[in-house]
């Protein structure tokens, strides 16, 4: 009996501490600034978002995309880049959900709030959850 017990305790203490950097991170805001990843001398700021998704509440001929510009600083080197929520759409329409800066990839995993119409979002009112590898 106690051996089962002691082997559940092990993989929950596994699972627990098996998390890695490819998991989402979400906004944190440090110093009115939203910081969405920091690691060492790399850090990915959020600048600005612009939101053409459909809202919630309306009917759309398309879903719609949302840019969303960030800035990755290293050390010295600082690069403005945008992440969109919409993708691939056809062979005229792609909106990039990825990139690769400083040998790192980024990807764009969640934006939220989704809009609802007539209802304005402040920068600080999103979290962007991103993928860095």
Sequence with gaps: ???????????????????SESE???TKVVNNK????QEGNIKITLLKINDDRCPTNLDCVWQGNAEVEMRITND??????ILNTAGYVNESASFPTS?????LSIALLDLQPYPE????YDLEDYTVSINVN
């Excluded at 106690?2 to 998390?19: H, N, V, Y």
């Design 1 to 19: 009996m106690m051996t089962k017990e002691l082997g559940f305790i092990l993989l929950i203490l596994i699972l627990f501490f098996s998390c």
């Design 24 to 26: 989402p991170l979400n």
């Design 34 to 37: 939203p910081i969405i990843y």
């Design 76 to 81: 010295n080197e600082t690069m403005d880049f």
């Design 99 to 103: 990139t690769s800066i400083f040998d």
């Design 117 to 120: 119409d007539g209802i304005v």
